[in-house]
């Protein structure tokens, strides 16, 4: 196996972990992560239609469809009618929403400031230009330079 075959491996690897444990801590202070991701990600680009949200998530439509109506009926999102195409609806959060967000930043945190203790500054700051590099380099091979990417109207100033 290749360098590259095992540091993808180890990549790999890593995500799949943090993501279950970080999923486990989340759901012993009740919280969702699968919630909270498309929570962040509506805080990150805006109010997005459920088929960027797909997009950006890699997800099929209805998964988020149904996703979105959990949040919706747990007054976390808001729906309304897109200006641009009246087929579709615009995906907003609201301030419970917002809330959720606000309440779950300190578990956030605590785990960022856990898992990184094993790292002197200076292994994270190359760390970090490394991750920097790797996201520059994989946008050059095709990949969406953003999550807002995925949104119809970049550039309009919406």
């Given at each position: ?74 007054g976390l999102v808001m729906r309304h009618p897109d200006p641009n195409d009246r087929r579709a ?70």
């Open positions: 196996m290749s360098i590259q075959q095992n540091v993808l491996e180890q990549m790999r690897d890593l995500h799949f972990r943090m993501h279950r444990l970080f999923n486990d801590r989340m759901r012993a202070q009740g919280a969702s992560l699968a919630q909270l991701k498309l929570l962040l990600l509506i805080e990150r680009c805006g109010e997005m239609r459920s088929t960027d949200i797909a997009d950006a998530l890699g997800q099929a439509p209805r998964t988020v469809t149904e996703a979105v109506d959990g949040l919706e009926r747990d609806k615009r995906i907003n959060l609201t301030e419970a929403g917002r809330g959720v967000i606000r309440e779950v930043e300190p578990h956030r945190d605590v785990f960022a400031s856990e898992f990184f203790a094993c790292l002197p500054e200076q292994d994270l700051e190359k760390f970090l230009s490394i991750l920097t590099t790797l996201n520059g380099r994989i946008v050059e091979m095709g990949a969406p330079s953003s999550l807002g990417a995925f949104r119809p109207d970049e550039g309009s100033g919406q």
